[in-house]
């Protein structure tokens, strides 16, 4: 079946620091994909939402300088946490509709961030 | 916000049917019922979803009321496995780039 997978699962960095999260459809074509955060015992809230080719657009709340996100191609999406600071430490995860089954969305693994 | 309400917490004996009720009283004619789960530090997994009838998969069963405003999700013989947080979700897949959006979910418990 459609597989969708997030890279790394996990990360430690430091304060400041920019990390990058990689989210790839392996046997199917998103031009679409979602990008999810949970912080712990709570619900994932949808930051973003990522068009091949074009800009994402961003959630009320959520900046966009600094949750960059990439979508180059229709099987890549990125996340780039700029100046990372401990409060984004959390489990992002991203998500991508298409393959064979009609309106199913597909998640990662999720990528748990740790900011010292 | 989630158009959907669960309740927060149910426990199931092993070897029991799970039975995960769902409300969604203001679904609208093109919305799908979707169900997924998150067993603890992974990603969403896909379990099943319907329109208007009934649908039944190798993981689960749906059951869908006739006016469609509420549905139960049914796993028929629960392992300690299925522990997890299920939720469920109304989507108008064909509609664009339209995301899931996830509300509370109930946290099922599964109990040797």
């Known amino acids: 079946g459609a597989v969708v997978s997030q890279h790394p699962s996990w990360v430690i960095c430091k304060s400041g620091t920019s990390v990058k999260i990689e989210c790839r459809s392996l046997?199917?074509?998103?031009?679409?994909m979602f990008w999810y955060r949970q912080f712990p015992k709570q619900s994932l809230m949808l930051m973003a939402t990522s068009n091949e080719g074009s800009k994402a657009t961003y959630e009320q709340g959520v900046e966009k300088d600094k949750f960059l996100i990439n979508h180059a191609s229709l099987t890549l999406s990125t996340l780039t946490v700029t100046s990372a600071h401990p409060e984004d430490s959390s489990f992002y995860i991203c998500?991508?509709?298409?393959?064979?089954?009609?309106?199913?969305?597909?998640f990662g693994e999720g990528s748990r961030l740790t900011v010292l | 916000d989630a158009k959907t309400t669960q309740p927060p917490s149910m426990d199931c004996a092993e070897g029991r049917a799970a039975n995960l009720p769902c409300n969604h009283s203001?679904?609208?004619?093109?919305?799908?019922v979707y169900w997924y789960r998150q067993i603890h530090s992974q990603g969403p997994q896909y379990i099943i979803h319907g329109l208007k009838n009934n649908e039944t998969n190798e993981m689960a069963s749906l059951i869908i009321t006739e006016d469609r405003k509420s549905s139960t999700l049914i796993l028929p013989h629960a392992t300690l496995r299925d522990t997890a947080v299920y939720y469920c979700i109304v989507l108008d897949p064909f509609s664009g780039n339209t995301p899931l959006v996830f509300g509370k979910g109930t946290r099922l418990s599964v109990i040797a």
């Open positions: 046997d199917f074509q998103a031009t679409t």
């Open positions: 203001t679904i609208s004619g093109n919305e799908y």
């Open positions: 998500s991508a509709r298409g393959g064979w089954r009609t309106g199913e969305l597909f």
